[in-house]
């Protein structure tokens, strides 16, 4: 079942190749496409529409700013919306953040921190595995590596020699 | 020169009819709907294709929350959109305004300030005086009123009497 | 498939009850816990730790101001787990937003607007109707609703009488 | 009809000559100015009392921090006023952004993003074109290219090779 | 010498008679006026530039939401002029704050907590005190009050009575 | 070993009554005060440097607004304090919280969440706890009575009774 | 009449040097001092029960973070005290702009924009003004230059060359 | 008594460092761990159980973005947990701090300001010198180091030499 990854500006793809290589990972098919809610309208209207049709089993939608991306698809489609808030030069992504997650009453868009194009891509990931067990052992595996990390990262925080005396810091 | 007055929700109501009050008693037309960007897409995308036809000198549009409908609007007409922050229970309609406010480079929307629809139809009006003598000679009338009006509120805050103590305050 | 509705704290219900109400509607059976990630830590992480034998196909979690319930339930599970921010009594669930929304990579939280459980059970349905035809269907039963709804309230929404002066507003 | 663009200290020329090169580019005359409502009030004060004699049909006005130059063009004036929220070094614009768009009753200003000045110039375009119908042309033949550029840009955005496995970011 | 207490508009004397209250009980003349920056500002500017031949020793100033009141005061004088956010009921205040605090390079305005109209004359009180000791010296009278209450009010937090147990709230 | 709690106003009591509860169902000793940093700065110093000899072993200090009594009685002992930011009416608390936490490097506060006063006395408990095992038992004592009313709490939360319609919610 | 300039750490002296500029410029004597609320309060108390006997016109204070600085030395003396909120790295200085302007009922501090110790000065130089009419003279020259600078710097932005075309811009 | 110093990921290392180091100048055992909440959860719980057996006087951890660690820690046991928010990229550490900070009833984490693992170091040691009088002299020596430090740097903020014009600056 494919994913499509969609994003309001060329620029935003610097953020959401994330989500794309971990679909690709999980040996999922992702179509990527550019579709802006403001000067594309109409093309993502139709794109939005087409999507239960096309077989997608999640939609990840990045934007900034006043992102209307993300809500904008879920009033076309009853496809599960995942959106990504990209980061925003002056605000931090706070306007991006809030334009997302704030949905009103009757259409959801699954809202991931701002900048986490690859934590969108594993809810799609854990969303697809519903009903398709191959894909959650997949995601069992990755949630392994996850953990392997962590504990190997621990040789790296290593306390100052014993004896030391702190210096300037203390 | 009619002007609509679009919200996306009836509840907006009790704050949007404020400017439709504004424009009556300027004697400029209003049309009024219910068009949510979220709920009813495709009558707001035709609403808003048709607005240039139908005549319309401004769209005045309300929406709270992840507030999508001013946005909308613009994206589908070169009529100005000019945005109301609803607000909002539990964040005030910080999230509503960042949501109106922070459009992308090419679409703007000439946003107001939290709740204040009767300032979105003054600048309806403002919009409309531009090529309508008549009408920006109403406004300056309607600024003479508001002088006069401050000015008379000046009898409302009178110090204590001489002599006071001020007791318990100071 | 059964859908989880868990909540920090008892009066989490009042905001939660919403959820289960919309998965009853759409015929999707609901287990409702009050699971503290705080207060019975063993015990949310047991529930967690079971939700793919129990075949939930999701997981909706609300929690307030330092709300770790969603992500700590993540934690241990692939199951989509979504997260609905309680409404605090002095940061309005600003803090509950970021606190849910604002996970790490590897382990996504599908959030929904401050206070929004229904959103969350519609993202459910959504989830589930992604292998389930029948759910679609619903879902697209619900849409033609709120489709509906909008455009009646439109008579709600009536501009003064013509002729109407506006006083003292204008 | 020509439109003003003014500032309130030369160092925001950096944002603002965005405006200016928009207005240029649909060949609308524009006066540049820089004046501070708090250093210079008196040429302020006098400046915007004479804009509607000057003819303009909007006025363009950025500033910073405790901004009030749009406001308070817009209080000597009925002529629109489109406000630029300036980025500011510690603040992000937020303190620009409330300073501008919080306008009380009766004084509106037509805010714009954070830093957006090209999107004033867009919306002062759109005020002219209400009554200027080869501007209006013009407007649409800038959202045609707006449109055709998003399409473009679509190639730019090419997943990983079929086959990829992701690395280490999966 | 006097000192001025201006204010935006009616509503905010419930805020602003603190200030006069404090200043009468200091023995210190007040002039209150409403002056709005936005829709009387030929009068707002009239009488900031006779603030210094009026011979007022500071001028406080009251305005919520885009507050321009007291840095367009302070941009017609050199009369210390003191900055009161009065609270908003969206945003609380932190508009009006920002507002009146973010003054550029040259025009100061001496800003005071949100709402805090007392604490304003209390800073006008000191200013004046620079050269009237006699008013120094009835503002340690003051400070000397401040404390005694202070110290009283410690026997109103009395702990439980001994033995208590806590009962639910433990 | 005592604990003091002190609070910068009579009015900080409606929410510093709850420390003193629970140190009370501990069994742990209490010193209650009215201490301000700004109105009664000697005796809030002259209490801290006394607190060491005292033998407290922490101090509550809640204030709110430019909340300076926590890290001011930091400043003048090594006592551990714990800061309670007290919520204000006009910012909620946002102000107190940041006033409290974010000391400089040298002087630490341990602060708790926007008026949780109980926790304050947690905390205090748990410092106490630390070489105090007859406490660190009633602490698991506490410990386990919350997993028990989070338990009980369950039977609250009851669906809808099987084949409800959920009606007009969904 | 001197002017103290005071601030938290030597850190701040990058921020704080404008003050002591602008003083030297308007002929102003000033004491400067590292005075630490937090690691040497002794040495902050003493200072400021001192300042009146001291002769100081205005003692301006700059802090960073929990910025205790400035609301404490005004704890202990009458003298108006100016607040600088120094730039934080992390919360851009709206930390220590809530601690310095939010002061409780009785103890004002006069609080300037974020990082802006140059205002600090010039409020410092109106206050001693209002009894020195020499330093009034020297204020309106100051003025008068700022008025100048500012239509100077009217010459350096220049539109683009007549017949431009905007090109990728618009 | 050692003191235990956690942290979500390896990149939290260049922040958390400093409280090593400080623990290490005061003599106290530090035993470092690199432990997610969210990616090793049965670790961290592990973790937490043991804290009391192994007779950790606190814990130190520092977490960024949906910081869960400090307060799932503090879930598992009695010892006090000090939290440290570390800064984020985007939002600057505002979500850590309010992740960590806000914690429900029953269950405190003694937060510290955003990047200030030092503090938390200095904090434990506070709580070890409660019944350790010999630590208890060493933080009396750092204290006087400290006040020693800030009397030192006045030296480096002198004024300009007297008889210095300002220039540009004023």
């Known amino acids: 079942m ?17 989500a794309v290589e971990f679909l690709d990972a999980m040996g999922i098919a992702a179509d990527v496409h550019v579709l802006s809610a403001h000067r594309t309208p109409e093309r993502m209207a139709e794109f939005a529409r087409n999507a239960e049709d096309r077989g997608y089993g999640a939609i990840i939608a990045g934007a900034g700013g006043a ?25 931090g992504g706070m306007d991006s953040l ?18 986490q194009a690859k934590n969108a891509a594993i809810l799609a990931a854990e969303i697809l595995a519903v009903s398709d067990p191959s894909l959650r052992t997949k995601l ?10 962590v504990q190997r ?15 300037s810091n203390a």
Chains 1, 2, 3, 4, 5, 6, 7, 8 share one sequence.
């Open 153 to 167: 990262s621990e040789e790296a925080v290593q306390p100052p020699a014993a004896g030391g005396t702190g210096g």
């Open 2 to 18: 494919p994913v499509a990854v969609i994003m309001g500006s060329q620029s935003d793809w610097a953020v959401m190749h994330d």
């Open 140 to 149: 069992h595996d990755y949630r392994e590596r996850l953990r392997t990390e």
């Open 67 to 91: 992102a209307h991306l993300p809500g904008m698809t879920a009033a076309y489609t009853t496809v599960p919306v995942i959106g990504v808030p990209i980061p925003t030069k002056h605000l």
């Open 98 to 115: 809030l334009s997302i997650v704030q949905m009103p009453g009757g259409i959801p868009v699954a809202t991931v921190a701002v900048g």
